[in-house]
């Protein structure tokens, strides 16, 4: 076998490494950003499910762009111009996956969210309501679904509230009745329609 040909079978098999990394990927990208990101002071932290989504499909299509570097082509010109767009645009949004987070610290709720890099302070004096939003399943159970941060502006920040964020509800309650603002629970059925409100203590 030729060093080119074996180059290539390497770089091929790189990609297909890469391509199978995506399945599990989102298993450890918490903890990474945990790890990273979060300063000492900080807790609660957690990332949306959409950035768990991006990451593995971002992976996978970085594996695949690999893949299209090992192959054997008669232009090189031609591979190069196929797998290093597909290359760099996965590479972006994985960046953008990454830099999704949030997490509590002692001055509010930090949030990046996934389509900006900048990191943003919600103060606690400043959110003047929560509203949690129930959505309930096929057999009526109600399940936590979204979180709205209404702040003085009039401003609306939506939050997927998922297991982290629904753990950190009475921590965040407490803090903001503390500050002068007010927490709710929105029930809605499984259609999507309006049920009830309730104070949320």
């Not at 594996?63 to 031609?78: F, Y």
């Not at 509203?131 to 401003?155: C, F, M, N």
């Not at 927490?183 to 203590?201: H, P, Q, T």
Request: glycine share 8%; proline share 3%.
């Amino acid at each position: 076998m030729h060093n080119g040909d074996k180059k290539l079978m390497y770089t091929a098999s790189i990609g297909i490494i890469v391509f199978i990394i995506c399945f599990t990927a989102a298993l450890f990208l918490v903890p990474l950003k945990e790890i990273f990101i979060k300063p000492d002071y900080g807790y609660f932290f957690g990332s949306s499910g959409k950035s768990f989504i991006v990451a593995s499909i971002c992976i996978a299509v970085l594996g695949v762009s690999i893949m299209i570097m090992g192959w054997e082509m008669k232009s090189k010109l031609l591979k190069f111009v196929i797998s290093f767009p597909i290359c760099i645009a996965s590479l972006i949004g994985l960046y953008y996956s990454i830099d999704d987070y949030y997490y509590i610290d002692p001055n509010g709720i930090v949030i990046d969210t996934l389509e900006t890099t900048e990191e943003r302070l919600l103060k606690w004096e400043d959110i003047t309501e929560l509203v949690h939003i129930y959505r309930k399943d096929q057999t009526g159970a109600p399940l936590p679904s979204e979180l709205i941060i209404k702040l003085k502006d009039g401003e609306e920040i939506l939050m997927e509230l998922g297991p982290r964020q629904y753990s950190m509800r009475t921590s965040i309650n407490s803090t903001v009745r503390k500050f002068g603002g007010e927490s709710f629970v929105d029930f809605y059925d499984s259609e999507g329609n309006f049920i009830e409100r309730k104070e949320y203590f």
